[in-house]
């Protein structure tokens, strides 16, 4: 599975954004998908991950209530809107997918990619 993420950028405090990531190769096989992320001098984070159907999602604490993931398997592609955006959701956004558990540990996810930066203002 290759994996392209998009959507990141610049936006004050309190907007709004819109990830994608778009699936390509073994689409036809149930995979679970989830965003990452990576603050300049910090560690990968989990954000939130959603199952192969979507009817099962979960967040991290810190984006529960602000950002929505949900998936379109028709167009083989992952979003999470982001709402109510601080300076500190600053990262480098990754999508992932796994044929396996449903889980928020980075190292369960075999497919990433390449990540996309958003930037948020004071």
């Known amino acids: 599975v290759q994996l392209q993420a998009s959507g990141g950028g610049l936006v004050q405090a309190g907007g709004s954004l819109r990830l994608s990531c778009a699936a390509s190769?073994?689409?036809?096989?149930?995979?679970?998908m989830a965003w990452f992320r990576q603050a300049p001098g910090k560690e990968r984070e989990f954000v939130a991950a959603?199952?192969?159907?979507?009817?099962?999602?979960s967040y991290a604490d810190f984006v529960r209530g602000r950002f929505t993931i949900s998936r379109d398997n028709a167009k083989n592609t992952l979003y999470l809107q982001m709402n109510s955006l601080k300076p500190e959701d600053t990262a480098v956004y990754y999508c992932?997918?796994?044929?396996?558990?449903?889980?928020?540990?980075?190292?369960?996810?075999?497919?990433w990619g390449q990540g996309t930066l958003v930037t948020v203002s004071s």
């Open positions: 190769g073994r689409t036809s096989e149930a995979y679970n």
């Open positions: 959603a199952s192969w159907s979507g009817a099962r999602t």
């Open positions: 992932a997918a796994n044929m396996g558990y449903f889980t928020d540990r980075s190292r369960q996810y075999d497919y």
